[in-house]
Protein backbone atom coordinates (compact mmCIF):
# COMPACT_ATOMS: atom_id res chain seq x y z
CA UNK A 1 0.00 0.00 0.00
CA UNK A 2 0.74 3.71 -0.38
CA UNK A 3 1.34 6.39 1.61
CA UNK A 4 0.78 10.40 0.38
CA UNK A 5 1.67 13.20 2.81
CA UNK A 6 0.44 16.69 1.88
CA UNK A 7 3.68 19.06 2.61
CA UNK A 8 2.67 21.87 0.47
CA UNK A 9 1.31 24.32 3.17
CA UNK A 10 3.01 27.93 3.23
CA UNK A 11 3.72 27.36 7.21
CA UNK A 12 2.67 30.60 7.70
CA UNK A 13 1.57 30.71 11.35
CA UNK A 14 4.64 28.58 11.86
CA UNK A 15 7.09 31.75 10.49
CA UNK A 16 8.59 32.00 13.92
CA UNK A 17 9.71 28.69 14.68
CA UNK A 18 10.56 27.69 10.57
CA UNK A 19 12.09 30.78 9.27
CA UNK A 20 12.14 29.53 5.78
CA UNK A 21 11.95 26.04 6.14
CA UNK A 22 8.49 24.62 5.06
CA UNK A 23 6.98 23.28 8.07
CA UNK A 24 7.06 19.56 7.27
CA UNK A 25 10.64 20.37 7.98
CA UNK A 26 9.96 21.73 11.28
CA UNK A 27 11.78 19.88 14.48
CA UNK A 28 10.48 17.61 16.67
CA UNK A 29 12.09 16.10 19.23
CA UNK A 30 15.60 16.24 17.07
CA UNK A 31 13.99 14.98 13.58
CA UNK A 32 12.15 16.92 11.36
CA UNK A 33 8.12 16.31 11.65
CA UNK A 34 8.40 14.96 8.37
CA UNK A 35 10.82 12.10 9.15
CA UNK A 36 8.87 11.03 11.87
CA UNK A 37 5.96 10.74 9.32
CA UNK A 38 7.61 8.52 7.19
CA UNK A 39 9.37 6.28 9.78
CA UNK A 40 6.14 5.37 10.83
CA UNK A 41 4.43 4.13 7.57
CA UNK A 42 7.86 2.34 7.18
CA UNK A 43 7.43 0.69 10.42
CA UNK A 44 4.22 -0.67 9.33
CA UNK A 45 5.22 -1.65 5.67
CA UNK A 46 4.01 0.90 3.65
CA UNK A 47 7.87 1.26 1.29
CA UNK A 48 5.98 3.52 -1.36
CA UNK A 49 5.79 7.35 -0.46
CA UNK A 50 4.29 10.41 -2.67
CA UNK A 51 4.93 13.69 -0.95
CA UNK A 52 3.04 16.43 -2.83
CA UNK A 53 4.87 19.92 -1.77
CA UNK A 54 4.80 22.99 -3.11
CA UNK A 55 5.88 25.86 -0.93
CA UNK A 56 10.07 24.92 -0.35
CA UNK A 57 9.64 22.13 -2.74
CA UNK A 58 13.50 22.56 -3.01
CA UNK A 59 13.88 22.13 0.63
CA UNK A 60 11.76 19.09 1.30
CA UNK A 61 13.16 16.95 -2.26
CA UNK A 62 16.82 17.41 -0.86
CA UNK A 63 15.84 16.49 2.34
CA UNK A 64 14.99 13.22 1.43
CA UNK A 65 18.03 13.24 -0.93
CA UNK A 66 19.94 13.72 1.80
CA UNK A 67 18.49 10.67 3.50
CA UNK A 68 18.90 8.64 0.41
CA UNK A 69 15.09 8.37 0.32
CA UNK A 70 15.19 6.27 4.24
CA UNK A 71 16.03 3.53 1.72
CA UNK A 72 12.61 2.89 0.27
CA UNK A 73 10.38 4.38 -2.26
CA UNK A 74 9.94 8.52 -1.75
CA UNK A 75 8.70 10.52 -4.59
CA UNK A 76 8.43 13.90 -4.45
CA UNK A 77 5.62 15.83 -6.55
CA UNK A 78 5.17 19.56 -7.01
CA UNK A 79 1.31 20.02 -7.38
CA UNK A 80 1.77 23.61 -7.74
CA UNK A 81 -0.43 26.42 -6.71
CA UNK A 82 -2.80 25.59 -3.70
CA UNK A 83 -5.65 23.05 -4.40
CA UNK A 84 -7.02 22.26 -0.99
CA UNK A 85 -6.43 18.58 0.32
CA UNK A 86 -8.59 16.80 -2.01
CA UNK A 87 -7.24 18.55 -4.70
CA UNK A 88 -3.94 18.10 -3.86
CA UNK A 89 -4.82 14.68 -4.02
CA UNK A 90 -6.78 14.21 -7.17
CA UNK A 91 -4.19 16.28 -9.25
CA UNK A 92 -1.44 13.06 -9.03
CA UNK A 93 -4.84 10.61 -9.47
CA UNK A 94 -2.84 8.60 -11.74
CA UNK A 95 0.35 8.10 -9.61
CA UNK A 96 -2.11 6.69 -6.71
CA UNK A 97 -2.36 3.12 -5.68
CA UNK A 98 -5.88 1.13 -5.66
CA UNK A 99 -5.78 1.76 -1.90
CA UNK A 100 -3.55 4.57 -0.34
CA UNK A 101 -3.07 6.32 2.99
CA UNK A 102 -3.30 9.90 3.24
CA UNK A 103 -1.45 12.06 6.11
CA UNK A 104 -1.45 16.04 6.23
CA UNK A 105 2.27 17.42 6.65
CA UNK A 106 1.48 19.28 9.82
CA UNK A 107 0.61 16.44 11.99
CA UNK A 108 2.21 14.55 14.29
CA UNK A 109 0.46 11.27 14.73
CA UNK A 110 1.79 7.61 15.95
CA UNK A 111 -0.52 4.85 14.91
CA UNK A 112 -1.02 1.36 14.54
CA UNK A 113 -1.21 1.56 11.06
CA UNK A 114 -1.79 -2.16 10.82
CA UNK A 115 -5.25 -1.55 12.57
CA UNK A 116 -6.51 0.91 10.56
CA UNK A 117 -5.49 -0.89 7.42
CA UNK A 118 -7.11 -4.07 8.94
CA UNK A 119 -10.63 -1.95 9.57
CA UNK A 120 -10.03 -0.52 6.32
CA UNK A 121 -9.91 -3.47 4.63
CA UNK A 122 -12.76 -5.15 6.33
CA UNK A 123 -15.10 -2.43 4.73
CA UNK A 124 -14.83 -3.02 1.66
CA UNK A 125 -18.20 -1.04 0.32
CA UNK A 126 -16.75 2.18 1.94
CA UNK A 127 -14.97 4.79 -0.62
CA UNK A 128 -13.09 5.80 2.66
CA UNK A 129 -11.89 5.16 5.97
CA UNK A 130 -11.67 8.69 8.01
CA UNK A 131 -9.65 8.35 11.98
CA UNK A 132 -11.62 9.94 14.24
CA UNK A 133 -11.04 10.54 17.86
CA UNK A 134 -12.73 12.09 20.80
CA UNK A 135 -10.70 15.12 22.48
CA UNK A 136 -11.31 17.52 25.22
CA UNK A 137 -12.60 20.73 23.15
CA UNK A 138 -15.37 19.35 20.88
CA UNK A 139 -17.40 22.11 21.03
CA UNK A 140 -15.17 23.97 18.83
CA UNK A 141 -13.87 20.42 16.88
CA UNK A 142 -15.37 19.29 13.18
CA UNK A 143 -17.40 16.33 14.27
CA UNK A 144 -18.42 13.22 12.71
CA UNK A 145 -22.40 11.28 13.31
CA UNK A 146 -22.54 7.34 12.62
CA UNK A 147 -25.33 5.51 11.96
CA UNK A 148 -26.31 2.09 13.69
CA UNK A 149 -23.73 0.21 11.40
CA UNK A 150 -20.47 2.47 12.00
CA UNK A 151 -21.20 4.46 9.00
CA UNK A 152 -20.76 7.89 8.67
CA UNK A 153 -24.02 9.62 8.24
CA UNK A 154 -22.58 13.35 8.55
CA UNK A 155 -20.23 16.15 8.93
CA UNK A 156 -20.51 18.82 11.42
CA UNK A 157 -18.16 21.06 10.79
CA UNK A 158 -17.91 24.10 13.63
CA UNK A 159 -20.01 26.21 14.85
CA UNK A 160 -22.60 23.54 16.00
CA UNK A 161 -26.23 23.69 16.05
CA UNK A 162 -26.58 24.87 20.25
CA UNK A 163 -29.75 22.91 20.57
CA UNK A 164 -28.30 19.25 18.99
CA UNK A 165 -25.97 17.00 20.69
CA UNK A 166 -22.74 14.88 18.62
CA UNK A 167 -20.65 12.58 19.45
CA UNK A 168 -17.48 13.28 20.30
CA UNK A 169 -15.61 11.82 17.44
CA UNK A 170 -13.56 14.27 15.88
CA UNK A 171 -11.80 14.02 12.22
CA UNK A 172 -8.31 13.24 13.05
CA UNK A 173 -6.86 14.13 9.56
CA UNK A 174 -5.54 10.82 8.87
CA UNK A 175 -7.57 8.79 5.79
CA UNK A 176 -7.27 5.38 3.81
CA UNK A 177 -8.67 6.30 0.51
CA UNK A 178 -10.40 3.88 -2.43
CA UNK A 179 -8.77 5.37 -5.70
CA UNK A 180 -12.36 4.52 -7.85
CA UNK A 181 -13.85 6.59 -5.51
CA UNK A 182 -12.35 9.58 -6.34
CA UNK A 183 -12.57 9.25 -10.15
CA UNK A 184 -15.58 11.41 -10.92
CA UNK A 185 -13.77 14.68 -9.29
CA UNK A 186 -10.83 14.23 -11.31
CA UNK A 187 -12.03 17.23 -13.00
CA UNK A 188 -13.25 19.56 -10.26
CA UNK A 189 -12.98 22.70 -9.78
CA UNK A 190 -10.29 23.86 -6.75
CA UNK A 191 -9.23 24.38 -3.78
CA UNK A 192 -11.50 21.30 -2.91
CA UNK A 193 -11.32 19.86 1.27
CA UNK A 194 -11.42 16.55 2.10
CA UNK A 195 -13.30 17.43 5.22
CA UNK A 196 -15.43 20.43 4.43
CA UNK A 197 -16.12 19.37 0.42
CA UNK A 198 -15.57 16.35 -1.00
CA UNK A 199 -15.96 13.70 1.68
CA UNK A 200 -19.99 15.18 2.27
CA UNK A 201 -20.78 15.38 -1.17
CA UNK A 202 -19.77 11.97 -1.27
CA UNK A 203 -22.32 11.42 1.31
CA UNK A 204 -24.66 12.90 -0.58
CA UNK A 205 -24.27 11.10 -3.61
CA UNK A 206 -24.32 7.69 -1.17
CA UNK A 207 -21.48 6.28 -1.39
CA UNK A 208 -20.30 4.83 2.32
CA UNK A 209 -17.75 6.19 4.45
CA UNK A 210 -16.41 4.72 7.56
CA UNK A 211 -15.35 5.68 10.94
CA UNK A 212 -12.14 4.29 12.18
CA UNK A 213 -12.10 5.94 16.15
CA UNK A 214 -8.89 5.42 17.92
CA UNK A 215 -7.84 7.05 21.10
CA UNK A 216 -4.30 7.47 19.34
CA UNK A 217 -1.89 10.35 19.12
CA UNK A 218 -2.49 12.35 16.17
CA UNK A 219 -1.96 16.23 16.51
CA UNK A 220 -1.70 19.16 14.63
CA UNK A 221 1.83 20.58 15.03
CA UNK A 222 0.48 23.70 12.89
CA UNK A 223 0.75 26.80 15.12
CA UNK A 224 3.89 27.81 17.87
CA UNK A 225 1.72 26.64 20.86
CA UNK A 226 0.54 23.45 19.36
CA UNK A 227 4.29 22.58 18.30
CA UNK A 228 5.33 22.97 22.15
CA UNK A 229 2.50 20.48 22.92
CA UNK A 230 3.46 18.27 20.53
CA UNK A 231 7.54 18.32 21.35
CA UNK A 232 6.32 18.26 25.38
CA UNK A 233 4.45 15.04 24.56
CA UNK A 234 7.16 13.37 22.11
CA UNK A 235 10.19 14.24 25.05
CA UNK A 236 7.95 12.45 27.58
CA UNK A 237 7.08 9.42 25.83
CA UNK A 238 3.43 10.09 25.57
CA UNK A 239 3.12 9.71 21.74
CA UNK A 240 4.75 6.52 21.57
CA UNK A 241 2.98 5.42 25.25
CA UNK A 242 -0.51 5.84 22.73
CA UNK A 243 -0.28 3.58 20.18
CA UNK A 244 -2.15 0.44 20.27
CA UNK A 245 0.67 -1.50 19.40
CA UNK A 246 1.72 -0.87 23.17
CA UNK A 247 -0.64 -2.51 25.66
CA UNK A 248 -3.04 0.24 27.52
CA UNK A 249 -4.56 0.76 30.98
CA UNK A 250 -7.99 1.32 30.92
CA UNK A 251 -10.51 2.68 33.49
CA UNK A 252 -13.60 0.82 32.89
CA UNK A 253 -16.71 2.82 33.81
CA UNK A 254 -20.40 2.25 34.91
CA UNK A 255 -22.70 5.00 33.45
CA UNK A 256 -26.01 5.06 35.64
CA UNK A 257 -25.01 6.15 39.38
CA UNK A 258 -21.39 6.72 38.51
CA UNK A 259 -20.83 9.21 35.50
CA UNK A 260 -25.03 10.31 35.73
CA UNK A 261 -27.60 10.66 38.04
CA UNK A 262 -29.31 7.32 38.46
CA UNK A 263 -32.22 8.49 38.03
CA UNK A 264 -34.06 4.91 36.83
CA UNK A 265 -34.18 3.94 33.58
CA UNK A 266 -32.82 6.85 31.39
CA UNK A 267 -34.52 7.21 28.27
CA UNK A 268 -34.56 10.47 26.85
CA UNK A 269 -31.79 13.55 27.04
CA UNK A 270 -33.47 15.47 29.51
CA UNK A 271 -32.44 12.85 31.94
CA UNK A 272 -29.05 12.45 31.78
CA UNK A 273 -27.65 14.50 34.36
CA UNK A 274 -23.85 14.53 35.05
CA UNK A 275 -22.73 13.98 39.04
CA UNK A 276 -20.84 16.59 40.24
CA UNK A 277 -17.37 15.63 40.04
CA UNK A 278 -17.41 12.81 37.52
CA UNK A 279 -16.53 15.17 34.37
CA UNK A 280 -13.20 16.69 36.27
CA UNK A 281 -12.48 13.22 37.37
CA UNK A 282 -12.70 12.01 33.82
CA UNK A 283 -10.41 14.34 32.89
CA UNK A 284 -7.77 13.34 35.60
CA UNK A 285 -7.93 9.94 33.83
CA UNK A 286 -7.44 11.40 30.45
CA UNK A 287 -4.55 13.59 31.46
CA UNK A 288 -3.20 10.40 33.06
CA UNK A 289 -3.30 7.82 30.10
CA UNK A 290 -6.09 5.91 31.24
CA UNK A 291 -8.23 4.67 28.48
CA UNK A 292 -11.72 5.74 29.52
CA UNK A 293 -14.32 3.20 28.44
CA UNK A 294 -17.80 3.15 29.64
CA UNK A 295 -19.77 -0.25 29.97
CA UNK A 296 -23.31 -0.35 30.28
CA UNK A 297 -26.41 -2.17 30.71
CA UNK A 298 -29.30 -0.41 28.76
CA UNK A 299 -31.83 -2.93 29.05
CA UNK A 300 -34.81 0.32 27.87
CA UNK A 301 -33.97 -0.40 24.36
CA UNK A 302 -35.08 -4.20 24.94
CA UNK A 303 -37.74 -2.96 27.02
CA UNK A 304 -38.92 -0.50 24.18
CA UNK A 305 -38.57 2.64 26.02
CA UNK A 306 -36.16 3.92 23.50
CA UNK A 307 -34.32 3.02 20.20
CA UNK A 308 -30.81 2.44 20.10
CA UNK A 309 -30.81 6.05 18.11
CA UNK A 310 -32.33 7.44 20.94
CA UNK A 311 -29.82 5.95 23.37
CA UNK A 312 -27.20 7.36 20.54
CA UNK A 313 -28.27 11.05 21.48
CA UNK A 314 -28.43 10.26 25.07
CA UNK A 315 -24.54 9.33 24.72
CA UNK A 316 -24.08 11.99 22.67
CA UNK A 317 -25.14 14.20 25.56
CA UNK A 318 -23.02 12.45 27.93
CA UNK A 319 -20.15 13.33 25.61
CA UNK A 320 -21.27 16.81 25.17
CA UNK A 321 -21.69 17.94 28.43
CA UNK A 322 -18.37 16.16 29.61
CA UNK A 323 -16.43 17.64 26.95
CA UNK A 324 -17.62 21.42 28.02
CA UNK A 325 -15.64 20.29 31.20
CA UNK A 326 -12.72 19.15 29.33
CA UNK A 327 -13.01 15.54 29.32
CA UNK A 328 -14.15 12.84 27.16
CA UNK A 329 -14.64 9.00 27.22
CA UNK A 330 -12.88 6.73 24.49
CA UNK A 331 -15.41 4.74 23.74
CA UNK A 332 -19.02 3.95 24.83
CA UNK A 333 -20.16 -0.25 24.92
CA UNK A 334 -23.57 -1.35 25.64
CA UNK A 335 -25.86 -4.06 25.95
CA UNK A 336 -29.32 -3.79 24.80
CA UNK A 337 -30.76 -6.54 25.81
CA UNK A 338 -33.15 -7.72 28.87
CA UNK A 339 -33.99 -11.48 29.45
CA UNK A 340 -37.11 -10.75 31.43
CA UNK A 341 -40.35 -10.13 29.40
CA UNK A 342 -43.88 -8.71 29.76
CA UNK A 343 -43.17 -5.10 29.36
CA UNK A 344 -45.37 -3.14 26.85
CA UNK A 345 -44.09 -2.18 23.98
CA UNK A 346 -40.69 -4.47 24.59
CA UNK A 347 -38.31 -5.62 21.06
CA UNK A 348 -39.25 -9.20 20.64
CA UNK A 349 -35.46 -9.67 19.36
CA UNK A 350 -33.41 -8.34 22.53
CA UNK A 351 -35.38 -9.96 24.78
CA UNK A 352 -32.48 -13.01 25.16
CA UNK A 353 -29.63 -14.33 27.76
CA UNK A 354 -26.63 -12.90 25.62
CA UNK A 355 -22.76 -12.50 26.73
CA UNK A 356 -22.74 -8.54 26.56
CA UNK A 357 -25.18 -8.01 29.92
CA UNK A 358 -23.07 -7.38 32.88
CA UNK A 359 -22.16 -9.11 34.86
CA UNK A 360 -21.15 -11.09 31.57
CA UNK A 361 -17.40 -9.93 30.25
CA UNK A 362 -18.45 -9.57 26.65
CA UNK A 363 -17.89 -5.56 26.48
CA UNK A 364 -14.86 -5.86 28.42
CA UNK A 365 -13.83 -8.34 26.12
CA UNK A 366 -14.19 -6.54 23.03
CA UNK A 367 -13.08 -3.75 24.28
CA UNK A 368 -9.79 -5.29 25.85
CA UNK A 369 -9.33 -6.61 22.36
CA UNK A 370 -10.28 -2.92 20.75
CA UNK A 371 -7.72 -1.05 22.83
CA UNK A 372 -5.18 -3.18 23.51
CA UNK A 373 -5.97 -3.48 27.11
CA UNK A 374 -3.65 -4.19 30.19
CA UNK A 375 -6.42 -6.19 32.34
CA UNK A 376 -3.22 -5.68 35.14
CA UNK A 377 -3.11 -2.21 34.84
CA UNK A 378 -6.41 -1.46 34.38
CA UNK A 379 -9.95 -0.56 36.53
CA UNK A 380 -13.57 -1.28 36.43
CA UNK A 381 -15.80 1.34 38.74
CA UNK A 382 -19.28 1.32 39.18
CA UNK A 383 -21.83 1.61 42.00
CA UNK A 384 -23.36 -1.53 42.19
CA UNK A 385 -22.97 -5.09 42.80
CA UNK A 386 -23.22 -5.99 38.66
CA UNK A 387 -20.07 -4.36 38.14
CA UNK A 388 -18.17 -5.74 41.40
CA UNK A 389 -19.05 -9.08 40.02
CA UNK A 390 -18.03 -7.86 36.30
CA UNK A 391 -14.78 -7.25 37.74
CA UNK A 392 -14.05 -10.54 39.39
CA UNK A 393 -15.16 -12.55 36.20
CA UNK A 394 -12.45 -10.17 34.15
CA UNK A 395 -9.56 -10.41 36.00
CA UNK A 396 -9.44 -6.39 36.73
CA UNK A 397 -9.72 -4.52 40.16
CA UNK A 398 -12.50 -3.44 40.70
CA UNK A 399 -13.74 0.42 42.76
CA UNK A 400 -17.07 0.61 44.04
CA UNK A 401 -18.59 3.72 44.70
CA UNK A 402 -21.27 5.15 47.11
CA UNK A 403 -23.23 6.68 44.64
CA UNK A 404 -26.04 5.24 42.51
CA UNK A 405 -26.86 2.20 44.20
CA UNK A 406 -23.89 2.51 46.39
CA UNK A 407 -23.05 -1.59 46.47
CA UNK A 408 -26.25 -1.91 48.43
CA UNK A 409 -28.50 -3.29 45.10
CA UNK A 410 -27.94 -7.14 46.41
CA UNK A 411 -28.08 -8.84 42.98
CA UNK A 412 -24.85 -10.49 43.54
CA UNK A 413 -22.79 -11.61 46.62
CA UNK A 414 -19.14 -9.94 45.64
CA UNK A 415 -17.04 -7.83 47.55
CA UNK A 416 -15.16 -5.15 45.76
CA UNK A 417 -11.47 -4.72 46.57
CA UNK A 418 -12.01 -1.02 47.15
CA UNK A 419 -14.91 1.39 48.27
CA UNK A 420 -15.15 5.10 47.74
CA UNK A 421 -17.56 7.88 48.15
CA UNK A 422 -17.92 8.58 44.05
CA UNK A 423 -16.16 8.67 40.69
CA UNK A 424 -13.64 11.88 41.93
CA UNK A 425 -12.78 10.42 45.43
CA UNK A 426 -11.99 7.10 42.46
CA UNK A 427 -9.51 8.99 40.37
CA UNK A 428 -7.70 10.73 43.71
CA UNK A 429 -7.26 6.82 44.94
CA UNK A 430 -6.04 5.35 41.67
CA UNK A 431 -3.52 8.17 40.64
CA UNK A 432 -2.33 9.53 43.97
CA UNK A 433 -3.55 7.10 46.60
CA UNK A 434 -3.05 3.51 45.44
CA UNK A 435 0.50 3.96 44.77
CA UNK A 436 1.26 5.24 48.05
CA UNK A 437 -0.55 2.31 49.35
CA UNK A 438 0.94 -0.15 47.09
CA UNK A 439 4.49 0.67 48.30
CA UNK A 440 3.59 0.43 52.06
CA UNK A 441 2.27 -2.59 51.44
CA UNK A 442 5.09 -3.71 49.63
CA UNK A 443 7.19 -2.76 52.36
CA UNK A 444 5.24 -5.07 55.25
CA UNK A 445 5.24 -8.26 53.71
CA UNK A 446 8.51 -8.45 52.26
CA UNK A 447 8.76 -11.83 54.29
CA UNK A 448 5.44 -13.46 53.80
CA UNK A 449 5.85 -16.99 51.97
CA UNK A 450 3.43 -18.96 50.18
CA UNK A 451 1.24 -20.62 52.57
CA UNK A 452 1.70 -18.17 55.19
CA UNK A 453 -1.40 -16.36 56.53
CA UNK A 454 -2.14 -12.23 56.93
CA UNK A 455 -4.14 -11.17 59.93
CA UNK A 456 -5.53 -7.34 59.07
CA UNK A 457 -7.59 -6.06 62.32
CA UNK A 458 -8.76 -2.85 63.15
CA UNK A 459 -11.59 -0.74 64.31
CA UNK A 460 -14.69 -0.48 62.10
CA UNK A 461 -13.50 1.76 58.90
CA UNK A 462 -10.10 2.27 60.05
CA UNK A 463 -8.83 1.66 56.49
CA UNK A 464 -8.32 -2.61 56.79
CA UNK A 465 -9.96 -3.30 53.36
CA UNK A 466 -8.02 -0.93 52.06
CA UNK A 467 -4.65 -1.98 53.07
CA UNK A 468 -6.05 -6.01 52.86
CA UNK A 469 -6.92 -5.23 48.81
CA UNK A 470 -3.43 -3.33 48.83
CA UNK A 471 -1.77 -6.98 50.42
CA UNK A 472 -3.31 -9.12 47.99
CA UNK A 473 -1.43 -7.17 44.79
CA UNK A 474 1.77 -6.97 46.47
CA UNK A 475 1.60 -10.69 46.76
CA UNK A 476 -0.07 -11.54 42.97
CA UNK A 477 2.63 -9.22 42.09
CA UNK A 478 5.09 -11.41 42.81
CA UNK A 479 3.63 -14.06 41.40
CA UNK A 480 2.03 -16.03 44.98
CA UNK A 481 -1.50 -17.24 44.68
CA UNK A 482 -3.21 -14.69 47.26
CA UNK A 483 -7.06 -14.67 48.74
CA UNK A 484 -8.59 -12.62 50.48
CA UNK A 485 -10.95 -13.74 53.48
CA UNK A 486 -13.20 -10.83 54.21
CA UNK A 487 -14.53 -11.66 58.09
CA UNK A 488 -17.54 -9.11 57.66
CA UNK A 489 -18.91 -12.26 55.32
CA UNK A 490 -19.23 -14.19 58.75
CA UNK A 491 -21.69 -11.43 60.79
CA UNK A 492 -24.57 -13.37 61.50
CA UNK A 493 -28.04 -11.99 60.18
CA UNK A 494 -29.61 -8.89 62.66
CA UNK A 495 -31.99 -11.46 64.70
CA UNK A 496 -29.15 -14.04 65.12
CA UNK A 497 -26.86 -11.84 66.54
CA UNK A 498 -25.27 -11.02 69.92
CA UNK A 499 -25.12 -7.24 70.99
CA UNK A 500 -20.69 -7.36 71.52
CA UNK A 501 -18.65 -7.55 68.31
CA UNK A 502 -17.61 -10.71 68.99
CA UNK A 503 -21.32 -11.93 69.14
CA UNK A 504 -21.99 -10.13 65.75
CA UNK A 505 -20.08 -13.02 63.99
CA UNK A 506 -20.07 -16.66 63.93
CA UNK A 507 -16.81 -16.72 65.38
CA UNK A 508 -16.91 -20.86 66.10
CA UNK A 509 -17.53 -20.93 62.03
CA UNK A 510 -14.84 -18.50 61.39
CA UNK A 511 -12.40 -20.71 63.40
CA UNK A 512 -13.08 -23.56 61.60
CA UNK A 513 -12.91 -21.84 58.52
CA UNK A 514 -9.44 -20.51 59.08
CA UNK A 515 -8.04 -24.06 60.59
CA UNK A 516 -8.90 -26.03 57.72
CA UNK A 517 -7.74 -23.39 55.13
CA UNK A 518 -4.86 -23.46 56.76
CA UNK A 519 -4.17 -27.28 56.89
CA UNK A 520 -4.88 -28.14 53.29
CA UNK A 521 -2.85 -30.24 51.33
CA UNK A 522 -4.02 -30.09 48.22
CA UNK A 523 -5.72 -27.96 46.10
CA UNK A 524 -9.68 -27.46 46.88
CA UNK A 525 -12.33 -25.57 46.79
CA UNK A 526 -14.33 -24.32 49.48
CA UNK A 527 -18.09 -22.13 50.06
CA UNK A 528 -17.74 -18.52 51.20
CA UNK A 529 -20.99 -16.99 53.01
CA UNK A 530 -21.92 -13.31 52.22
CA UNK A 531 -23.73 -11.01 54.84
CA UNK A 532 -25.50 -8.60 53.28
CA UNK A 533 -25.62 -5.02 54.59
CA UNK A 534 -29.02 -3.55 53.72
CA UNK A 535 -30.83 -6.42 54.34
CA UNK A 536 -29.09 -7.46 57.53
CA UNK A 537 -29.37 -11.39 56.44
CA UNK A 538 -26.46 -13.69 56.02
CA UNK A 539 -26.38 -16.04 52.72
CA UNK A 540 -24.88 -19.46 53.04
CA UNK A 541 -22.33 -20.30 49.90
CA UNK A 542 -22.38 -17.85 48.02
CA UNK A 543 -19.17 -17.77 46.70
CA UNK A 544 -16.66 -19.95 46.42
CA UNK A 545 -12.72 -19.98 46.39
CA UNK A 546 -10.23 -21.99 45.80
CA UNK A 547 -6.88 -22.48 48.10
CA UNK A 548 -3.75 -24.91 47.67
CA UNK A 549 -1.20 -25.47 50.14
CA UNK A 550 0.76 -22.52 48.83
CA UNK A 551 -1.94 -19.70 49.03
CA UNK A 552 -1.41 -16.62 50.75
CA UNK A 553 -4.55 -15.92 52.81
CA UNK A 554 -5.32 -11.94 53.81
CA UNK A 555 -7.69 -12.19 56.60
CA UNK A 556 -9.24 -9.03 57.42
CA UNK A 557 -11.97 -7.92 59.88
CA UNK A 558 -12.23 -6.22 63.09
CA UNK A 559 -11.71 -9.25 65.10
CA UNK A 560 -9.10 -10.67 62.83
CA UNK A 561 -6.25 -10.27 65.24
CA UNK A 562 -8.23 -11.66 67.95
CA UNK A 563 -8.75 -14.96 65.82
CA UNK A 564 -5.35 -15.00 64.69
CA UNK A 565 -4.17 -17.90 66.77
CA UNK A 566 -6.22 -20.15 64.56
CA UNK A 567 -3.24 -20.50 62.44
CA UNK A 568 -0.41 -22.67 64.62
CA UNK A 569 3.40 -21.66 63.66
CA UNK A 570 4.98 -19.10 62.71
CA UNK A 571 2.86 -18.78 59.44
CA UNK A 572 1.11 -15.99 60.22
CA UNK A 573 1.46 -11.92 60.05
CA UNK A 574 -0.16 -9.58 61.81
CA UNK A 575 -1.14 -6.03 61.34
CA UNK A 576 -3.22 -3.27 62.96
CA UNK A 577 -4.59 0.14 61.19
CA UNK A 578 -4.53 2.64 63.51
CA UNK A 579 -7.07 5.56 62.35
CA UNK A 580 -7.68 9.14 63.87
CA UNK A 581 -11.02 8.53 65.95
CA UNK A 582 -12.92 11.97 64.37
CA UNK A 583 -12.11 10.42 60.87
CA UNK A 584 -13.33 7.57 61.68
CA UNK A 585 -16.84 8.52 63.43
CA UNK A 586 -17.26 10.45 60.11
CA UNK A 587 -17.12 7.54 57.74
CA UNK A 588 -19.05 5.28 60.17
CA UNK A 589 -21.77 7.96 60.34
CA UNK A 590 -21.77 8.40 56.74
CA UNK A 591 -22.13 4.68 56.23
CA UNK A 592 -25.43 4.76 58.53
CA UNK A 593 -26.76 7.35 56.82
CA UNK A 594 -26.12 5.89 53.13
CA UNK A 595 -28.19 2.72 54.39
CA UNK A 596 -31.17 4.96 55.13
CA UNK A 597 -30.97 5.84 58.59
CA UNK A 598 -31.47 8.85 59.96
CA UNK A 599 -28.89 11.26 61.92
CA UNK A 600 -29.88 10.27 65.68
CA UNK A 601 -30.08 6.21 64.63
CA UNK A 602 -26.61 6.42 63.56
CA UNK A 603 -24.99 8.12 66.48
CA UNK A 604 -26.34 6.12 68.77
CA UNK A 605 -25.18 2.99 66.80
CA UNK A 606 -21.90 4.41 66.66
CA UNK A 607 -21.88 5.14 70.47
CA UNK A 608 -22.76 1.42 71.44
CA UNK A 609 -19.84 0.32 69.28
CA UNK A 610 -17.27 2.69 71.35
CA UNK A 611 -18.88 0.71 74.32
CA UNK A 612 -19.25 -3.09 72.77
CA UNK A 613 -16.27 -3.20 70.14
CA UNK A 614 -13.25 -0.34 70.71
CA UNK A 615 -12.52 -2.17 73.81
CA UNK A 616 -11.85 -5.54 72.45
CA UNK A 617 -10.48 -4.18 69.29
CA UNK A 618 -8.13 -2.04 70.59
CA UNK A 619 -7.37 -4.69 72.85
CA UNK A 620 -5.97 -6.87 69.77
CA UNK A 621 -3.50 -4.36 69.18
CA UNK A 622 -0.98 -5.69 71.08
CA UNK A 623 -0.60 -8.75 69.33
CA UNK A 624 -0.16 -7.19 66.13
CA UNK A 625 4.14 -7.21 64.48
CA UNK A 626 2.93 -4.35 62.51
CA UNK A 627 0.90 -0.86 63.36
CA UNK A 628 -0.13 0.59 60.42
CA UNK A 629 -1.51 4.39 60.03
CA UNK A 630 -3.08 4.90 56.64
CA UNK A 631 -4.43 8.81 57.00
CA UNK A 632 -1.88 10.40 55.43
CA UNK A 633 -3.17 8.47 52.19
CA UNK A 634 -6.85 8.43 52.85
CA UNK A 635 -8.89 7.91 49.91
CA UNK A 636 -11.83 9.59 51.46
CA UNK A 637 -12.38 12.88 52.36
CA UNK A 638 -14.75 13.60 55.72
CA UNK A 639 -18.15 15.01 54.73
Keep these: MQAVVLAGGRGTRLRSRTGDLPKSLVDVGGRPLLEHQIG???????????????????QIVEFCNQRDNWGIDVRCVNDGAPRGT?????????????????I???????????????????????????????????QDSDLIETSEDGMVSAFHPYPHDPGCYYPNRVNAALYYIRKQALSPWRAAATPLDFGKDLFPEMLRLG???????????IKDAGTPER???VCADFESGRIARASLSTPQKAVFLDRDGCINVDHGHVDRPELLELIDGAAAAIACFNRAEYRTIVVTNQPVVARGNCSVRDLQTIHNKMETELGRCGAFVDAIYFCPHHPDRGFVGEVEELKIRCGCRKPST????????????????????????????????????????ETGAGGLDGTYHVMPDYTVSNLSKAAKFILAVHPLLLRSASDLTAHVKPGDVCFVGGLSRSGKSFLASAIAE???????????????????????????????????????????????RSRETHDLPFYENLSRISHPRSEQITISPETVLVVEGTIALSLSDAVLGGRSHTFFVDVDEELRRTRVMREYLRRGMDRESAASIYSSRQEDET?????????????????????????
Design 104 to 138: YGDTMLDIDLDRFKRFHEEHKAAAATVLTHPNDHP
Design 615 to 639: PIVLASRASAKHRVRLQEIEPIEAV
Design 40 to 58: LVKRHGIERILILVSHAAE
Design 362 to 401: GLVDVAIEAFNVDRSQSWIIGDSSTDAALAKRSGIRSILV
Design 474 to 520: VLRGRGLETQVLALDRWIRSGADREPTVLGRYNVDQIRRVLSRLAEV
Design 86 to 102: AGAVLSVLDLLDDDFLT
Design 227 to 229: LDK
Design 207 to 217: MKITSYNSPEY
